[in-house]
């Protein structure tokens, strides 16, 4: 088992992509630290681990939340962390804003197949402060939070690996969501700048840039929309969360000790750079 004997802390961990990392960590050894909004919802994934696991409620837009979280962490397992997934956030702020995107969204794909795009979008400059805000909030600075708290016990041992998840939406920019395009975008950037800056820890930070994959914050779009995608996917499908938990396990371990500063994107060939 690659992760025998590490801790893994991963946040947004109550469902979809960051559940199945949780449970893909459990099942290669490690004791894994499930942080979600709700705590009943991190509970219920620690259930599902078939080993010990700890539930941590903290929003991580919030830095005194995840402080405490950190503390917990520190106290639990005597200052011992070796996996940081950074993997909470939301894709959109407001079921007005939901309902509004996925219409877009749909818009902007069948323009697309059929290689007409006609469409004048005016998001940005109708976008609230509100919704920039709480967007950059959960994602970048949820980040940047987590990431700070880590480092302060990962450098005790001069080891660990902090994996962040970003989005193909860092790599193309979505027109319909330049919000989370902006998040995801800063993600990256600051994946690139603290991997130099402690490397010389034997500290490695990676990201992840998914595509379209298979999980409740994807489940509001369209029949019509998913065989859009699935068109302009080479490899005909969407992906799997088990897919995203693979490359994490990948990152977390050993056999990724010569990468950091890098970015793995499982999207079945939507987008390839």
């Given at each position: 088992m690659r992760l025998e004997d590490r801790v893994a802390l991963i946040t947004g961990g109550g469902?979809?992509?960051?559940?199945?990392?949780?449970?893909?960590?459990?099942?290669?050894?490690?004791?894994?630290?499930?942080?979600?909004?709700?705590?009943?919802?991190?509970?219920?994934?620690?259930?599902?681990?078939?080993?010990?696991?700890?539930?941590?409620?903290?929003?991580?837009?919030?830095?005194?939340?995840?402080?405490?979280?950190?503390?917990?962490?520190?106290?639990?397992?005597?200052?011992?962390?070796?996996?940081?997934?950074?993997?909470?956030?939301?894709?959109?702020?407001?079921?007005?804003?939901?309902?509004?995107?996925?219409?877009?969204?749909?818009?902007?794909?069948?323009?697309?197949?059929?290689?007409?795009?006609?469409?004048?979008?005016?998001?940005?400059?109708?976008?609230?402060?509100?919704?920039?805000?709480?967007m950059i909030g959960v994602h970048l600075n949820g980040t940047f939070f987590c990431t700070r708290e880590a480092l302060k016990l990962m450098s005790r041992a001069n080891q660990g690996s902090i994996i962040n998840m970003s989005s193909v939406a860092a790599l193309t920019g979505l027109e319909t969501v330049p919000h989370y395009s902006a998040a995801k975008g800063g993600i990256l950037s600051f994946t690139r700048a603290v991997a130099r800056e402690v490397g010389s820890r034997s500290i490695r930070v990676n990201a992840i840039c998914p595509g379209y994959i298979n999980t409740p914050m994807t489940a509001g779009i369209s029949e019509m929309a998913q065989r859009l995608l699935i068109a302009r996917t080479p490899l005909g499908r969407w992906g799997e969360p088990e897919d995203i938990a693979a490359t994490a396990a990948f990152l977390a371990s050993d056999d990724s000790s010569f990468y950091t500063g890098q970015w793995l994107s499982p999207n079945g060939g939507l987008v390839i750079e």
């Open positions: 469902w979809g992509i960051g559940r199945a990392i949780a449970l893909r960590f459990a099942a290669e050894g490690a004791t894994v630290v499930v942080n979600d909004v709700k705590q009943e919802t991190a509970q219920k994934t620690v259930g599902e681990l078939g080993r010990p696991g700890l539930a941590l409620q903290a929003d991580v837009s919030d830095a005194a939340q995840v402080r405490a979280m950190f503390a917990r962490v520190e106290r639990e397992f005597g200052g011992r962390l070796h996996v940081l997934v950074n993997n909470a956030g939301i894709a959109e702020t407001s079921p007005e804003e939901r309902k509004r995107l996925r219409g877009m969204t749909e818009a902007r794909l069948a323009e697309s197949i059929a290689g007409q795009i006609t469409t004048h979008w005016d998001v940005t400059e109708n976008m609230s402060d509100e919704s920039w805000h709480r």
